[in-house]
Structures are given as C-alpha cells and as structure tokens.
T-cell receptor, first 114, second 116 residues
Framework: GESVGLHLPTLSVQEGDNSIINCAYS??????FIWYKQESGKGPQFIIDIRSNMDKRQGQRVTVLLNKTVKHLSLQIAATQPGDSAVYFC?????????????FGTGTSLTVIP | DTEVTQTPKHLVMGMTNKKSLKCEQH?????MYWYKQKAKKPPELMFVYSYEKLSINESVPSRFSPECPNSSLLNLHLHALQPEDSALYLC???????????????FGPGTRLLVL
C-alpha cells in the first residue's frame, strides 16, 4: 500500500505486505530528515533518518528515500506487522544561527489488517 | 539512557490557574524543545533552548513561559490559558553541539493538558 502524506492521511495494508508512506517537505535548505512513529498516547519515536547528501538509507525493515529535486521523502516498511500500526511523521531539520528547527509533515495513519 | 521524562502525564486546569509542566533528560543534551500537538495533527515547535538559553520562540503567546533552570531540566509555566490550548505538550532534546547540524531529537511521552 502507498500514501501521499498530505492528501491521503490514512493507509491500510494487509499484514505481511509492504507499506510506502510519502511526505513532501517545504524548505530546500533543510539538510536532515527524520521519520517518526507515534503510537496512541505516546511521544514520537525515532525510526530512521537521512542526510541531504544521501538518496537512500536502510534500516531494519525500513528504507527511507530522498528526492531533493522534488522535495519528497518516502518511508518503506517491509513485511508490515500489526505492531507497525501508528501515525508516521516526517520531519525536516532547518539549521539557523540560533539553533535547530524541526518541522513536521502532516502525518499518515497506518493501519495493519491482520 | 535515551529517555526524556515528562510530568505530569495528565493535567486539568481552569483558565485562572497557574501550573507548570516539567521535562528532564540525563543524556547530556544541550538543546531542549517544547512542542504542542493537537489531536490528529503534527507536533508544532514552540520553543528551543540551546545551552540553557532561549534561542527560538515561534511566536508563542505570553501565557506560555518556558524556563531552563539547568542543562537537564526544562519547564513550561502556564498561566491564564484558554480552552483552545488543550493539547499534548511534548518535550524533546538533542545533543545541541554548538554549530552542530543534523541532530536526532528524542521525545518524551508528553503531558496531556485540558483547559476548562
């Protein structure tokens, strides 16, 4: 299953399928991007990050792809499990003289159907 | 230890009350952040502290007053709040190396605030 984060905020996938969650970021000066998972009643949990000098980064069952040309980020989750059900946010890091600013995308709610 | 703790977990207050939210981390991080999150919305940055000094204030109303008494603690003082201020308030921290870029943030579980 696949979502466009800003226009399709919910995504339902069957257990075992792959999930793709998309995110469009706004600032071309952002040089660091993070995907967070947020379960109900909890704070955002770091999943994976990618720096702007990379196109792809892989973790355990997750892959992040970065396309700077169109300012687009995606999170791929392999073999999605019920425990992956949560809201997923991308965040862009903009470094200014006074410190780091992090701005979050709209979020996509992922539901895994057993 | 990559834990950020926040107290209280839940808070109900009236519009004339004064209350404080607390955040603590022991990772040696020098940057700490307050975010506000409404239901089904992304976290919105409120304040950034860098080396115990307020470095970023995202045009937050003065009824929210942050304080960083030392490198491990971050408070958010609340006074004369409005019902629309009801939200989940998240604290986060990152290494905050001076001039450092690309730092991972670690979030606490949040304080769920209800203003009546």
């Amino acid at each position: 299953g696949e979502s466009v984060g800003l226009h399709l905020p919910t995504l339902s996938v069957q257990e075992g399928d792959n999930s793709i969650i998309n995110c469009a970021y706004s600032n071309s000066a952002s040089d660091y991007f993070i995907w967070y998972k947020q379960e109900s009643g909890k704070g955002p949990q770091f999943i994976i990050d990618i720096r702007s000098n990379m196109d792809k980064r892989q973790g355990q069952r997750v892959t992040v792809l970065l396309n700077k040309t169109v300012k687009h980020l995606s999170l791929q989750i392999a073999a999605t499990q019920p425990g992956d059900s949560a809201v997923y946010f991308c965040a862009e890091n903009l470094h200014v003289n006074t410190g780091n600013q992090f701005y979050f995308g709209t979020g996509t709610s992922l539901t895994v159907i057993p | 230890d990559t834990e950020v703790t926040q107290t209280p977990k839940h808070l109900v207050m009236g519009m004339t009350n004064k209350k404080s939210l607390k955040c603590e981390q022991h990772m040696g991080h020098r940057a700490m952040y307050w975010y506000k999150q409404k239901a089904k919305k992304p976290p919105e940055l409120m304040f950034v502290y860098s080396y115990e000094k307020l470095s970023i204030n995202e045009s937050v109303p003065s009824r929210f007053s942050p304080e960083c008494p030392n490198s491990s603690l971050l408070n958010l003082h609340l006074h004369a709040l409005q019902p629309e201020d009801s939200a989940l308030y998240l604290c986060a921290s990152s290494q905050g190396i001076a001039g450092g870029l690309q730092e991972t943030q670690y979030f606490g579980p949040g304080t769920r605030l209800l203003v009546l």
